[in-house]
């Protein structure tokens, strides 16, 4: 089975024929889809399961057996903020609680199709259950490493699928590479930040907001550690722009914790990077990664779309929470930070405007 137009970016090498490597095996580089999405209305199977429906545009073999739980088909639902209506696309409604099954359901779809009956992963949390929750779908052993300090409900959630957790005293970046040091020893890796199979997942929730706002929206306020959603987005709505002849896609505003901030920093080509380019403390553990591996494509997907990188202090994090609740959103401290840089920034972006929530408040604690 092979997955078409995936190459590396480095060398230009095919994704192999065989086998699950995280990165390339001739030169290590990062794999990517060569080229946009493909996206056509008239190829969309309404059958299908979740996300499955858009399946055409993920760029991956027909013959691939969906997994799914029923992701996707979140609400976007309105409210007025300094009397300008927002829209918030409730990712933390999707069946583990959060956008990363979106990603999980394709990944390990490939996972099956290439035989694979144990991996690895390393997260701190969300990406973590998410995938233990899709391994337990498809039957797949899962051992999910976290940080020794990662919430504990995510962390009860990945066990309660059967998946076995392996706690990491350390950094984030320390979870990386003990993670790394299994995938070289043999384990498959079914890495969220290294792999790009789930980012034509995290595009659907571009088509569902299309849909769903019936228009191309004017703006979208995400979180973002390693950016694969910022990402999936600006190219999911880059598909849609080409095939209805649109002149732009919406300003993609990606959002960062100050205590770990490399995307804004590098996006915004600040010259004090190191301060920000860091492992620091953060309620917002989501987005804490030091070393983004699409940091390039992230910001050329930022630049591109006319829009920005923008960061948040600590001491707004959990008001900006609190304030969601109000609302009736209960999120996670990483997806608040989204709300809280809406409050900075609305005045200079375009209507209409869609926040994404990424994480349920269920898994904080």
Known sequence: MVFHGVICCNCGSPYPKEGVPYRCPNCGGLYDFRGGYHFEPIEIEPSQPGIWRFRHAFGLPPELVPVS?????????????????????????????????????LITAWLLSRGVTEVVEDSSGNAGASLAAYAARAGIKARIFTPELASGPKKRQIEAY?????????????????????????????????????????????????????????????????????LGLARGFDALRKVYKLDTIPMMIGVQAHGCAPLWALCSERDEQAEFITDGDSLAEGVRVRDPLRAKAVCEAVSASRGFMCVVDEKDILPARDALA??????????????????????????????????????YG
């Open 326 to 363: 109000q609302l009736g959103f209960y999120v996670e401290p990483t997806s608040a930070i989204a709300w809280a840089a809406l409050l900075q920034v609305m005045g200079k972006l375009p209507d209409p405007i869609i926040v994404i929530l990424t994480g349920s408040g269920l898994k």
């Open 162 to 230: 059967g998946a076995e957790l392996v706690p990491i005293r350390g950094t984030r970046s320390d979870v990386a590479n003990a993670v790394r040091k299994e995938a070289e020893e043999g384990a498959a890796y079914a890495s969220h930040a290294y792999i790009p199979f789930n980012l034509p997942g995290y595009a659907t929730a571009a088509y569902e907001i299309f849909v769903q706002e019936g228009k191309m929206p004017g703006a979208v306020v995400v979180p973002a550690g390693q950016g694969g959603l910022l």
């Open 69 to 105: 739980l029923g992701e996707g088909d979140t609400p976007l639902l309105q409210t007025k903020v300094k009397g300008r209506r927002i829209a918030f696309k409730c990712e933390y409604l999707n069946p583990s609680g959060s956008f990363k099954d979106r990603g999980s359901a």
